[in-house]
């Protein structure tokens, strides 16, 4: 494989977890999140009965619901397979970016299955002793992989490997979403580290580009400090604006779990003072990216990546705010609910990859921005 094509595969991984996000979405919208009782089987089973015969004695039969099992399946096996195929193309990079590969390979491998082991001994609480000992095994392990990543392009693969771990506590985090029915703070978190992990590879993704020379195309235009202050604020911004819509959902949701026992306009009428504080806050966060497009667009050239990125930003922006109307007036469509959580969490993307661009010291954009800013 040509060695510009190694960021296509990363980038496969950012598309496999938006999947994935979406999925996680489409089960929050249509109610499936109990679709499956227990965890990690459904009804007590690896593959979810198809007809009410089939779920084993000791599980109540009165919570079955095929759509809804099916529904909540299929959103834990996107989640599977996106690890299994996340886990491959972290394999890969090693043996592509690591010096001594096939030790950092052996260390990686040891070091997950003693892990999952640990894991495993700690939560059914087996013997005490066994998970101690393997906590040191784990120990000497971390050490000799650090060392092993050291010699590594390690702005490639360290952030890859967090974001793999990332993904093993989110198949936790689902369990625990199951097990404390649907508890909004525990979605929220959930929502919140599919974010970091998403973060974690378009870091790496930005590095395997650059290290391949197939960088980011940056023309020559008088930027200043200015700029890169503005990216960090709207980032910042974008965190607490989604940080209000999930505590705005969550006050939605804490009165009444389940949605066909009461009037969703009364729950909103109820809980208006977080929904206001986002909508003005939304207000706010939409206002300053038009003002940075604006300014973006009197000091870069139209053709720039930073202008397209800026753009694109801004018309996000602009969906995710138009949707966050619709919820708000037309009483949450399903649709709306789903479309706004994933433009959030694409917004977030895009502002957190212009702040890698503009805050990277090795990355070219960001040598010609010490170069030529002027104030
Ligand atoms: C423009 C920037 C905006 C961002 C980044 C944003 C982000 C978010 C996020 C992340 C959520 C939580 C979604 C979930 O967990 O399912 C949310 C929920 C919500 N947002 Fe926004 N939002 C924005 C604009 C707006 C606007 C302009 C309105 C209304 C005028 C609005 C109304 C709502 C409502 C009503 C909810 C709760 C939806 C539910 O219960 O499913 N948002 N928002």
Same mark, same amino acid.
């Given at each position: ?27 929050? +919208? ?28 000791? =599980? ?13 399946? +299929?959103?834990? &096996? ?36 003693s892990l999952v082991l640990l894991l495993f ?15 040191? +095994? ?5 050490? %000799? ?10 702005? +490639? ?14 198949? *936790? ?31 790496? *993704?930005?590095? =395997? ?43 939605? %949701? ?39 497009? &604006? ?31 619709? &919820? ?7 649709f709306g609910q789903v479309m706004h959580l ?11 990859? &212009? ?20 104030d």
């Amino acid at each position: 494989m040509k060695s510009h094509h190694h960021s296509s595969l990363v980038f496969s991984a950012i598309i496999l977890v938006y999947f994935v996000i979406l999925a996680g979405g489409i089960v929050r +919208i249509s109610g499936a999140g109990l679709g499956c009782p227990d965890w990690p089987r459904c009804f007590g089973r690896w593959i979810p009965p198809t007809d009410i015969s089939q779920i084993p004695p000791h =599980i109540n039969t009165g919570d079955f619901n095929f759509r809804l099992a099916w529904t909540e399946y +299929i959103n834990r &096996l996107a989640g599977v397979i996106s690890g299994f195929v996340i886990f491959g193309i972290f394999l890969f990079l090693v043996k592509n970016y690591c010096e001594k590969w096939k030790m950092a390979l052996t260390v990686v491998l040891l070091g997950l299955i003693s892990l999952v082991l640990l894991l495993f001994f700690y939560i059914a609480k087996i013997n005490f002793l066994i998970p101690v000992i393997l906590s040191i +095994i784990l120990f000497l392990i971390l050490q %000799e992989g650090y060392y092993l990543f050291k010699y590594s392009f390690r702005k +490639i693969t360290v952030p890859f490997f967090v974001a793999l771990l990332l993904m093993g506590y989110q198949g *936790w985090l689902g369990s625990r979403v199951v097990s404390l029915e649907l508890k909004p703070i525990i979605v929220s978190m959930h929502f919140y580290f599919a974010l970091i992990l998403v973060a974690f590879l378009v870091y790496s *993704w930005v590095h =395997i580009r650059q290290k391949n020379n197939d960088s980011f195309r940056v023309e020559s235009q008088s930027h200043s400090k200015n700029f890169r202050r503005w990216t960090l604020l709207l980032f910042f911004l974008s965190v607490l604006q989604i940080f209000g819509g999930t505590k705005a959902r969550e006050a939605l %949701e804490i009165l009444y779990p389940s949605r066909e026992d009461s009037s969703i306009i009364n729950l909103f009428t109820e809980n208006i003072g977080r929904v206001e504080v986002h909508k003005y806050g939304a207000f706010i966060f939409s206002l300053s990216i038009v003002i940075f497009f &604006l300014y973006t667009r009197k000091i870069v050239g139209r053709n720039s990546f930073l202008y397209k990125t800026v753009f694109w930003i801004l018309i996000i922006t602009l969906l995710q705010h138009f949707t966050g109307v619709i &919820l708000y007036y037309l009483a949450f469509p399903a649709f709306g609910q789903v479309m706004h959580l994933l433009f959030s969490s694409v917004l977030f993307v895009f502002l957190f990859l &212009l702040v890698v661009l503009n805050y990277e010291p090795n990355h070219p954009h960001r040598q010609y921005l010490s170069s030529s800013a002027t104030d």
